[in-house]
């Protein structure tokens, strides 16, 4: 699995650009433009930020880049638009507009190519660009089931622990769970939302996104006060996809979010894992389908998301095994002597040496083996099992 080419230039190439309008620029526009904009990233790439912003405004024809677009559709939002409003309020909350080229820009998102976010609106007590070094997407259902609740959450807590960072998307169910599982054991974890970083969405998680801005961090590429849409969570799964080095999707139908995910991860060469479910249940469909596709990998616990992860050869699960019984390490002749010794009652050598088909003073020498293990006890009348063995 390879990730696309990287972007084919240099923020400081010529012509220069002022950073500080840059800045403003790009606040404005994450307003005027919706995030995934391919067309008008290429345009930014190209000409910089404060040229199209200046454009716009004063309705000079766009760049060849947007040709085929409609201005209207960007200026339509420009009536009493104050970028420098946006960035005061940003500012009051104690959050900051990050842009490419700043020290604390996650460069991975760079992969992006020209779909890369404009800028991200983040707030928080970690440091996004710190926060993201080593980190995981864990997503799945809204609707999710108990179990998916209970696995996402101990997964999170489990990664945490680890040293690593849970991202997810802020929403009910899955994304909850994981969110609520990292901030249990006092961990990072990301909110990656689709709306302004001042809009509680959902209602419901006006509690967990106050905690998370206190103790994680909350990002979102949409300006304060920005509203979701359908849209607006689809594009939002480019960039926990981007942020990451890896996308878990604990629970998913086979319509879901959590899917885009995780093929934007693997189309970016990120690593894509799954935790099974219940062969029946619709709620893991999707992700039962997407392990079937080529590079996802089945996981259930947190070293082996780690071993996919990590570095390699380094970070490696240990084997998980049954428990140990009395005599798991005998010799494959020893053991089928062991077989034959009865649990009831008592057997004699012949008889042993008959059933294994092992000659009589051979099978003696094994038995005596069984019995300095205390695998077998040796009677009157005959050999024995000792229990447990």
Request: glycine share 12%.
């Amino acid at each position: 699995m390879t990730g696309p080419d990287p972007l084919p230039w240099d923020e400081s190439d010529p012509p220069a650009r002022d950073a500080a309008a840059e800045r403003v620029a790009r606040a404005a526009l994450t307003r005027l433009v919706e995030p995934g904009d391919a067309a008008f990233g290429r345009a930014v790439r190209t000409h910089g930020a404060a040229r199209l912003w200046a454009d716009l405004r004063s309705g000079a024809a766009l760049p060849v880049e947007l040709a085929r677009r409609d201005p209207a559709g960007y200026r339509v939002r420009l009536g009493g638009h104050d970028p420098e409003r946006d960035l005061a309020r940003i500012a009051g909350l104690g959050g900051a507009f990050v842009v490419p080229g700043d020290p604390g820009w996650p460069s991975q998102l760079d992969d992006l190519g020209d779909v890369r976010p404009l800028g991200l609106w983040v707030r928080g007590a970690v440091p996004l660009r710190l926060a993201a070094l080593r980190s995981v997407a864990v997503v799945g259902a809204r609707a999710c089931t108990d179990y998916g609740a209970h696995v996402a959450a101990t997964l999170a807590a489990d990664l945490v622990e680890a040293g690593w960072t849970v991202v997810s998307g802020g929403a009910y169910g899955v994304d909850a769970a994981a969110h609520r599982g990292a901030l249990v054991v006092a961990g990072p974890t990301v909110a990656v939302l689709a709306c302004g970083i001042d809009v509680n969405y959902p209602r419901g998680h006006e509690r967990l996104l106050a905690r998370i801005a206190d103790e994680g961090t909350l990002v979102t590429e949409l300006p304060p006060g920005a509203h979701p849409t359908r849209y607006r969570f689809v594009e939002r799964n480019r960039v926990i996809a981007a942020l990451t080095r890896g996308t878990v999707v604990v629970e998913a139908a086979l319509r879901s979010g959590a899917l885009i995910s995780a093929r934007r991860a693997a189309r970016l060469g990120r690593q894509v894992m799954g935790v099974p479910g219940p062969v029946g249940s619709p709620s893991s469909a999707g992700v039962h389908a997407l392990l079937r596709e080529p590079g996802s990998v089945l996981v259930t616990r947190a070293a082996e998301v780690i071993e996919q992860v990590g570095l390699i050869g380094d970070d490696l699960a240990p084997v998980l095994s049954g428990p140990v019984r009395p005599g798991d390490d005998l010799a494959p002749t020893t053991r089928r002597i062991l077989e034959t010794v009865p649990n009831r009652g008592t057997s004699s050598t012949a008889r042993i040496a008959r059933e294994a088909g092992i000659g009589p003073a051979a099978t003696r020498r094994h038995l005596d083996v069984l019995a300095a293990r205390e695998l077998v006890d040796r009677t009157s009348k005959g050999w024995r099992r000792r229990g447990g063995a």
